[in-house]
């Protein structure tokens, strides 16, 4: 016959299963553990019963309750992690995050089409051996001027009228005269020529790209505030005829082998012969239209040979050395580069207008 006892304890065994099987949250599990294992449990009280069971069954009774009580715990392990899984699960479905989906891209910035044409004028003029050789925009009327072989009577100073700067404050702040110790902003680039030479040991290749700013009404065609890239070489056996064929093949790399070019006398006080550079207009390929004045060609730049006044200024001998100088316009390249009609586009803040050379070019 069997003993109460083992019959108690099996049907325990089965009927915790179905109980906990049940139990469909956490705290129902809890409640369970504390119903069969707590101090008044009912697994518990059975355990408590094996005292007065018959010496002879007391081992197997014994080996059986353990067995239970082993399997019941167990049991509530494995359901207390089921449901934390499930809570788990339900949590990520709410979040309903999809690791599949492809990432949104992300908005970044680009150069801005005038810094793109500086950045190509950079690589190509490096293919011939110049190197990058920056100048301060804010200057002196000395540097700006007078070491330029231009005086302060100079009529050519009218097309070169800037901003000056003035301690804020002062009488002179806002007005558009010399403040006492000459500084301003540079008009053009062509500065950097004096500080390369005083800087640098001949032979010179240098380039100066940077801003520059004029006293100037703003239209479709003219900035108060532009860029510049100026050139500058001294070496002993410089000529006009370096000059010429660097920058035809400075036009081609820049705007294709078919590119027409010619050069045309210019005036400017720090070079002589002085000259102007025009490519065919790349609007209306040399025809005549709006663009190019109807005149087929447009100037990109002013170029010509070092005034020996301003190698003296350099602190070189002219006698001695030589060299060439150029400045180029790259806002206005970068117009005819991407038949661009307005330059005051380059500064309208207007994304629309910017983003259209997210490419680059
Ligand atoms: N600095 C001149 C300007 O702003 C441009 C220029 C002309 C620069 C001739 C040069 C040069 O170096 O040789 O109009």
Known sequence: ???????????????????????????DVDALRHALLGRSGELTALLKGLGSAPAAERPALGRLANEVRAEVEGAITERLDALRDAGLEERLASEALDMSAPGRPRRVGHLHPVHTLMRDLREIFHAYGFEVFEGPEVETEEYNFELLNIPPDHPSRDLWDTLYVAEPGSAEAGASRPADDGTILRT???????????????PIRVLTPGRCFRYEAVDASHGFEFFQVEGLVIDRDTSLADLKGLLEEIARALYGRDVRTRFRPGYYPFTEPSV??????????GEGCPACKRSGWMTILGAGMVHPSVLRAGGFDPDE???YAFGMGPDRMTMLRHGIGDIRLFFSADLRFVTQFAEGR
């Open 1 to 27: 016959m069997t003993d109460p006892l083992h019959d108690r304890l099996e049907r325990l065994r089965g009927s915790a299963q179905e109980r906990l099987a049940a139990a469909a949250t956490i705290d």
């Open 188 to 202: 053009h680039t062509s500065p950097a020529q004096i500080r390369a030479m005083r800087a640098l040991d001949p």
């Open 276 to 285: 102007a550079f025009d490519i065919g207009c790349l609007v209306c390929s």
């Open 321 to 323: 050395l030589q060299g």
